[in-house]
């Protein structure tokens, strides 16, 4: 029996990878990967965290793409299978954009969604404090 490669949880486009990448060279080799999870908060239930990370947690799952390390945190793993990352660049804002299909809903700011665990067709907000 052998073992099949098991699908990524995330992706980056090429956008994504390259601001990433260039995040990363003007950091310094302090930093390892970049952190990705959610947490509770905003209008509309929850909101997509990033940061720094100089080294793995015991429990991260580990996303290489692109040349570029992502560190997904275990309590947000479920929320963000199979979501794609994007960096788009517009005439008022820049930022890295959140492609998720467990995403159900978002506020109007853009500032934070609705999210459902994959596979759980209960479009129900999850919190991730209980």
Known sequence: MSNRPRPKAMSLTEAAAVRLRELAAATGPEM???RIGVKNGGCAGMEYTMEYAAERGP???VVEDKGVTLL????AIMFLLGTEMDYEVGQMRSGFVFNNPNQTSACGCGESVMLK????PDPAPVNLAD
């Open 59 to 61: 429990h991260d799952e």
């Open 117 to 120: 665990p994959a596979g759980q």
């Open 32 to 34: 390892e990967a970049v």
């Open 72 to 75: 997904i945190d275990p309590s």
